[in-house]
T-cell receptor, first 113, second 116 residues
Framework: TQLLEQSPQFLSIQEGENLTVYCNSS?????LQWYRQEPGEGPVLLVT?????EVKKLKRLTFQFGDARKDSSLHITAAQTGDTGLYLC?????????????FGTGTRLQVTL | EAQVTQNPRYLITVTGKKLTVTCSQN?????MSWYRQDPGLGLRQIYY???????DKGDVPEGYKVSRKEKRNFPLILESPSPNQTSLYFC???????????????FGNGTRLTVT
């Protein structure tokens, strides 16, 4: 079974600070997705990265897929209270179908004023 | 509006009383899946379905059943619920394959189940 460990598990910061969340595995994935989940809702896809070393930016969020495709990071610049939520990474298998997605353990982010 | 709809949102039941959680999607997606979410464990897949009449076990299928008689519906059945099935459950759907990139999952808003 492929495992994805996220760190930190919990993060509480003030608005304006920067932060990085890590997603690590000993297994190679063909793709890596990041989801954000807000209280009372299901996870929503933020980004998909498919190439080793790939970097994608989504406004203040920067996602990177490790060169060896075993790890990924999410960096948030100047965090806002609206960034609060549970961040989940999900590693994809070679087929590309969602049936082979393995979810990480999650990072709960709290951004306060 | 494209969405995945789960019902009920909250359910409290007693050990052994059969229950069904419904899931419906209006996006004509081939793939549907059920997950349970527990603190510190992330999302774990219970069952999934690649298309109508095709279902497969995920990582934690024990104590659950599913069916896929129509493309839009994928109910989750607990024949004899036990307290260790107390959890937050999510249904999700996606296109079976997306050229060039893995298919994104579209999730429902969850069903919080408590078994006493």
């Amino acid at each position: 079974t492929q495992l994805l460990e996220q760190s930190p598990q919990f993060l509480s910061i003030q608005e304006g600070e920067n932060l990085t969340v890590y997603c690590n595995s000993s297994s190679v994935f063909s793709s890596l997705q990041w989801y954000r989940q807000e209280p009372g809702e299901g996870p929503v896809l933020l980004v998909t990265v498919v190439t080793g070393g790939e970097v994608k930016k989504l406004k203040r969020l920067t996602f990177q897929f490790g060169d060896a495709r075993k790890d990924s990071s999410l960096h948030i610049t100047a965090a806002q209270t609206g960034d609060t939520g549970l961040y989940l990474c999900a590693g994809g298998g070679r087929t590309g179908t969602a049936s082979k997605l393995t979810f990480g353990t999650g990072t709960r982010l709290q951004v306060t004023l | 509006e494209a969405q995945v709809t789960q019902n009920p949102r909250y359910l409290i039941t007693v050990t052994g009383k059969k229950l069904t959680v419904t899931c419906s999607q209006n996006m004509n997606h081939e793939y549907m899946s059920w997950y349970r979410q527990d603190p510190g464990l992330g999302l774990r897949q219970i069952y999934y379905s690649m298309n109508v009449e095709v279902t497969d076990k995920g990582d934690v299928p024990e104590g659950y059943k599913v069916s896929r008689k129509e493309k839009r519906n994928f109910p989750l059945i607990l024949e004899s619920p036990s307290p260790n099935q107390t959890s937050l459950y999510f249904c999700a759907s996606s296109k079976s394959l997306l050229r060039g990139e893995p298919s994104p999952l579209h999730f429902g808003n969850g069903t919080r189940l408590t078994v006493t």
